[in-house]
Every structure is written in structure tokens, then in C-alpha cells.
């Protein structure tokens, strides 16, 4: 209801003189946290609020949060400036290792240098708001923001990310067992890659076309001031159904039969049992059955170079030679000099070392070209990271115009007609 000023009475001596309307004081951090209810014991998530009610009571006590330094720096988090870089590193984090992949980048030097700029700058800030922000400890965007900062370690080669000087080794059997982990690696890349989603919500308000103009805090209403509340709780509910979405479904492919291409292992055993026969052979001293074995290796080598000519994938290089094992390892010591293979590939040799995928036999080796099949995984994945953020922010804007139309508008009428 509209107050109405009181009457002071006066002695007789002069007019009546309405009191003066003294305007509330908004009241500070540490008064919000005082004057905040107990955690009731039936709550779930009791104990992440008991503690971070103790954190909190103990920051507030010390008057912490109300130092001048500690609103400086929230209001510089919370400011434009930090947040249009944080949308530009959000940008790098989420794309850059996709956009190096299509793009053929053969060295990690400028990934890493980037993206370890944008790991400090995630990491400045999840500390920055977990000293300055008592609402932010053990929140919401305090889980997505450790989670999307620590999955910056998966794309940093130094440290668990991949690297794109190395070769892709898949040695028979052996690259069978780790199907299911690579689908495991790949399930938790996206993951947490997906994590970093939950930074969007905070740069959304930013953008022309989700903000209604910006107005003064003097004139916005209170039905107003309960829309927006409303929408950023219902906004981050969706961005978390989003996200656990992209997250658990991969998760389910883990248990399915690995359905993988036996093509390249099988056509390097069949060529391993020609060069095991010329190899015998020639062992033996027997020329002719050398020469003989090794027409039907070059033959079988052309007719399995012919098998991929109209794949995306395949062999570009092909040599005859013995498999060395080392205490530290293995290495394939390919030997021309004792028979070299005739054939013509479409492929050749990617600028990616990570694009080539070998298998090694006893006495056969071949180097297989994947960079389109990577490229396009890659460009797929840029897709599925647009189509989420295109999907939380319509979403987004339509539950807001939807809240404006069921309740904001009925509010404000009702509350005009109150004044």
C-alpha cells in the first residue's frame, strides 16, 4: 500500500508540517547473512550449506566482505569489461581446439600458449567470486565454474591434453580393448567441455538481443524486480537440464558393443601373412619363391590401396621391414632395400602428426590418413557447442516472455491498483 506521511501536530504556534519520508537503507552483506534463516536438518544439501553458512559467518564477522578492496573487485567481476573478456576467452575455451584441428595446425605451441591465458583468467575468476561473492560459494555456478575451469587441463597438451605431435598407434588386438575407453575419454571431454556452458548464462544479459535496456534501480518495480529473479532461478534450471542432457547421454554408449572399422587391422594382418611368407623365403635362399611371394604382397598392396580410394580415409604409406621391440618400446624398422612396394594412394601425409593413424605388424607397416574424418568430428562438435547455446538462449527468452505474460503483467496491474 502507498504510505501516506503522518501529520505532526504543532503547538498552535504555526501550520501543520507533514515529517519528512526518510528512504530505507539497503542493508549490506554481512547484515543479509546475519539476518539469514538456519539450514533446516531435512535438507538434502545441508552439510555444502552448513558450511558454507560457517564460511560465510566467519568472512562476515571479520567484515570482510564490506572492505573496500572486496567490492572493488566483485564490482569488477561483475563488471562489463571483465565479462566481455570472459565471453571472448569463454569463445577460445570452447572452439579454439575444434577450429585448430580443422584448420591442420601441426604444433601445440599457440594452442597451449592460448588456452593457458584462458585457464588463468577461469581460474582468476572462480577464486575472485569465491572471496568477494558470499552467494556464490558452493552454488550453482560455483560446481560449473570448477568443473568447466578443471576440464581446461584436458586441452592443454602439457599437461592431459592430446598432442598433435604425435602419431595415433593402433596395434591389433591391442586397439580393440581400448575402444571403450576412447569412448569413455571422448564421453568426458564433452563433459566437461559442456561445463563451460554455464558461463553463457552469465554474458546472456549482455547481448542487444536478450536485454530490454538497461534501466535506473530508482524506477524499476517490484513486479519487475520479481520477473527477473524468477527468470534467472528458471534460466538456470534449464541451462542445468541442458547440460546433464549433453552429459549423460554419451555416457549410455559406453556399454553398446564397439562397433568400429576392423578394416584397417584386418587388411595389415592379410598383408603381414605375405611378407611373413616372403620373408621366410627369402631367408631361405629361395629366389624364386621370394620373387613370387613378393608379386603377390605388391598385388594384394595395390588391391588394398584400391579398397579406400573412395573413403575419406586411408593408407598413404605402406612399407615391408621388422618390427624392433626396445626395453622402452617398440619401432617398426621399415627395409627397402630388400623389397620395396609399387602402389598409388590418393592420400598423403597430413600436416597433423595426430591425424595418422599406424598399425604395425611383424613385418608389415602402414600409415593411415584420418584427417577428414577428425575434421569433421571436430566440426561436429562446434555444431553440438552452437546448437546448446542457441537452445538455452531461446529457451531462455521465451520462459522470460512467458513469465511476462503470465505473471508479471497480472502483478503489475494488481499492484497499480493497490497504489
Known amino acids: 500500500m502507498a504510505k501516506v506521511a503522518p501529520i505532526v501536530e504543532d503547538s498552535g504556534s504555526g501550520p501543520y508540517i507533514p515529517a519528512l519520508r526518510v528512504k530505507p537503507r539497503r542493508p549490506s552483506d554481512t547484515e543479509k547473512i546475519k539476518m539469514e534463516p538456519p539450514v533446516g536438518k531435512g535438507d538434502i544439501l545441508s552439510p555444502f550449506k552448513l558450511l558454507r553458512n560457517s564460511i560465510r559467518q566467519v568472512l562476515a564477522r571479520s ?22 573478456l570472459a565471453m571472448f576467452s569463454l569463445f577460445l575455451a570452447l572452439f579454439l581446439g575444434e577450429l585448430f584441428q580443422c584448420g591442420q595446425v601441426p604444433t601445440n605451441v599457440a594452442q597451449d600458449s592460448i588456452l593457458s591465458i584462458v585457464f588463468a583468467i577461469f581460474l582468476f575468476e572462480f577464486i575472485g567470486l569465491s572471496l568477494t561473492d558470499p552467494n556464490y560459494i558452493f552454488g550453482f555456478f560455483f560446481w560449473m565454474d570448477l568443473l568447466g575451469t578443471a576440464s581446461m587441463l584436458m586441452d592443454i597438451s602439457y599437461m592431459y591434453g592430446s598432442d598433435a605431435t604425435q602419431v595415433s598407434m593402433l596395434n591389433g588386438a591391442e586397439g580393440q580393448d ?71 547421454l554419451p555416457v549410455f554408449n559406453l556399454f553398446i558393443y564397439p562397433e568400429t572399422d576392423d578394416s ?52 598413404f604409406f605402406i612399407c615391408y621391414g621388422e618390427k624392433v621391440h626396445h626395453h622402452y618400446g617398440g619401432s617398426f624398422d621399415c627395409k627397402p632395400d630388400e623389397l620395396t612396394l609399387n602402389y598409388a594412394s590418393v592420400f598423403s601425409k597430413p600436416r597433423r602428426l595426430s591425424n595418422i593413424r599406424q598399425v604395425d605388424e611383424a613385418y608389415v607397416s602402414i600409415q593411415f590418413d584420418m584427417s577428414t574424418t577428425k575434421t569433421q568430428e571436430s566440426a561436429s562438435g562446434i555444431v553440438l557447442i552452437c546448437f546448446i547455446v542457441v537452445i538455452m538462449s531461446v529457451f531462455g527468452m521465451l520462459m522470460s516472455k512467458s513469465i511476462a505474460g503470465v505473471a508479471l503483467v497480472p502483478l503489475e496491474r494488481m499492484l497499480n491498483v493497490v497504489r
Not at 578492496?69 to 571483465?82: A, C, E, P, T
Request: one cysteine or more.
Open 264 to 315: 584397417m587391422s584386418a587388411w595389415a594382418e592379410l598383408l603381414n601373412r605375405n611378407a611373413e611368407k616372403f620373408r621366410a623365403a627369402l631367408l631361405a635362399g629361395n629366389s624364386s619363391q621370394a620373387l613370387s611371394f613378393g608379386d603377390l604382397l605388391e598385388s594384394e598392396t595395390i588391391r588394398f590401396v584400391d579398397f579406400y580410394s573412395s573413403l575419406t580415409y586411408g593408407p
Open 63 to 84: 567484515g570482510w566482505y564490506d572492505s573496500p578492496h572486496v567490492i572493488s573487485m566483485r564490482k569488477f567481476l561483475r563488471g562489463k569489461y571483465f565479462t566481455i
Open 178 to 248: 581400448n575402444v571403450i575407453v576412447v569412448r569413455a575419454a571422448r564421453a568426458a571431454k564433452l563433459g566437461a567441455r559442456a561445463g563451460r556452458l554455464s558461463r553463457v548464462l552469465k554474458i546472456l544479459r549482455f547481448l542487444p538481443f536478450l536485454n530490454n535496456g538497461e534501466q535506473d534501480h530508482k524506477q524499476v518495480k517490484m513486479a519487475k524486480v520479481i520477473s527477473n529473479q524468477l527468470n534467472i532461478v528458471l534460466s538456470t534450471r534449464v541451462a542445468f537440464l541442458t547440460i546433464c542432457i549433453v552429459v549423460v
